[in-house]
């Protein structure tokens, strides 16, 4: 299992939630499909990107308290 950096991560997951945001969109704007699907894969993509910029902003503020303490 690979290790990777915490912002890495949170950048990544931002990246993906914003593209799976993107394909539902495109879903809705197609009425032939599935609009209720795609509505709730939307909603499930925001808060997937919700989440890693809270993970990329905890990282910030501990990145932060770190180098309060070392000064």
Not at 21 to 29: G, N, Y
Request: proline content about 3%; overall charge positive; aromatic content about 0%.
């Amino acid at each position: 299992m690979a290790i990777t950096p915490i912002n890495g991560s949170a950048l990544q997951g931002i990246s993906r939630g914003l593209q799976g945001m993107r394909r539902s969109a495109a879903e809705i704007a197609h009425p032939a499909k599935d609009s209720v699907r795609a509505l709730v894969e939307l909603h499930q993509h925001a808060q997937h990107t919700s989440a890693s910029v809270k993970v990329l902003q905890t990282a910030d503020q501990v990145i932060g308290s770190l180098l309060d303490v070392k000064a």
